[in-house]
């Protein structure tokens, strides 16, 4: 990011417009843009990992992937769809390296220990926490393009066309591995850790 902005640029400037500032290397512009999309792209990096530091990590790794990455951006996904698939390969790579780390760090050692709660709250809340544990670890147990297909469909609300454009794939495929996705949470989980994943 070392070129210099060429003139300001507004939030209402249409997005074509200021893809191509950004490929021509405007800062601002790319600025902006990442602007537009960087709630929703945090969102699903936080679904993917659970944790809010390595959520904000992936996020800044996918926006500095992008701006490197900008002047090959072609148009023939939208820059949404771009984004996402960025956020999601990264996503996935922090998870590879917490299973790695996890691998090789004894279950006994204070590092992988849980810290209890600040305070006690009401049971169901407690009851909804450990739902969600154990889904984030049920989904951390998933092949990578599993993984991707239920927390882009069942988790972020992605609709399955946004989905599998995102992944990559056709829909009947991405259909197929939600399936096998589902089949192998309500296994390690049960269908309620699906619905309060949702939450």
């Known amino acids: 990011m070392s070129r210099a902005v060429r003139s300001p640029v507004g939030a ?3 997005e074509h417009e200021l893809i191509g500032r950004a490929r021509d290397g405007d800062v601002g512009a790319f600025e902006v843009l990442a602007h537009r999309h960087v709630d929703r792209l945090y969102a699903v990096a936080l679904r993917f990992l659970g944790d809010r530091g390595e959520a904000e990590d992936v996020l800044q790794e996918t926006l500095v992937r992008a701006w490197r990455g900008i002047h090959r951006y072609e148009g023939r996904a939208m820059l949404f769809t771009w984004l996402y698939r960025i956020t999601v390969n990264e996503a996935n790579r922090a ?7 996890r691998a090789i760090v004894p279950v006994n050692e204070p590092a ?6 600040s305070r006690d709250g009401p049971v169901i809340h407690a009851e909804r926490r450990e739902l969600r544990e154990a889904l984030q670890v049920a989904i951390g147990q998933l092949s990578v393009p599993c993984r991707t297909a239920l927390v882009l469909r069942d988790i972020e609300g992605l609709s399955t066309r946004e989905a599998a454009e995102i992944a990559g794939v056709g829909e009947a495929a991405f259909k197929s591995r939600l399936h ?3 089949l192998t949470v309500r296994a390690l989980v049960g269908d309620a850790a699906l619905l309060a994943g949702g939450g």
């Open 112 to 117: 992988v220990a849980v810290p209890a709660p």
């Open 180 to 182: 096998q996705a589902r």
């Open 12 to 14: 209402n400037v249409p």
């Open 95 to 101: 998870l590879e390296r917490r299973r790695r780390l």
